[in-house]
């Protein structure tokens, strides 16, 4: 078994989609990035790379690459999960965290969780979701943006 840690923060714009986990989220701001910015994506998809021992997300999808303008996220984590399973690992769970001032998320941690798994094609129970405020404090507290850290678990096949 190997264990892998991810982070993840963009500052939010206007004129763009707030994805999280894969799923819109109702907000009249989005997260700029290069790709679809889904903080929690990205940093699910640092936490494999990590326990894979591959170096990072930037490494595999610089954002210098033009093909990835605009990307969605899940595209990446399907890329992942290839690698995952070229070198004979599956995830046996994956932990997360979403530091967001607002909008506020519980109503739609049920329906990420749900997409990540199918992402992987694993048990929703393998899945957990967590979000918090940051009690107004720091970038994230000001609503300046939002960041995300994930723990994996992945194991031989």
């Known amino acids: 078994m190997k264990v892998g840690f991810g982070y993840d923060s963009h500052r939010f714009s206007a004129g763009r989609t707030l994805m999280l986990g894969g799923i819109e989220i109702p907000c009249e701001v989005g997260l700029l990035g290069h790709s679809d910015a889904d903080v929690l994506l990205h940093a699910i998809g640092d936490a494999l790379i990590g326990a894979l021992g591959e170096g990072d997300l930037g490494r595999h999808f610089p954002d210098s690459d033009v093909s990835l303008k605009d990307i969605s996220?899940?595209?990446?984590?399907?890329?992942?999960?290839?690698?995952?399973?070229?070198?004979?690992?599956?995830?046996?769970?994956?932990d997360s965290t979403i530091v967001i001032?607002?909008?506020?998320?519980?109503?739609?941690?049920?329906?990420?969780?749900?997409?990540?798994?199918?992402l992987f094609e694993i048990s929703d129970d393998a899945v957990n979701v967590k979000a918090t405020t940051n009690e107004g404090m720091g970038f994230t507290g000001r609503g300046e943006?939002?960041?995300?850290?994930?723990v994996v678990t992945i194991e031989s096949l």
């Open 145 to 150: 943006g939002a960041a995300a850290f994930a």
């Open 73 to 94: 996220s899940k595209t990446l984590l399907v890329t992942i999960r290839g690698m995952m399973e070229k070198k004979g690992y599956r995830i046996n769970n994956i």
């Open 101 to 118: 001032e607002k909008p506020r998320l519980a109503p739609y941690i049920g329906d990420m969780v749900h997409s990540i798994a199918l």
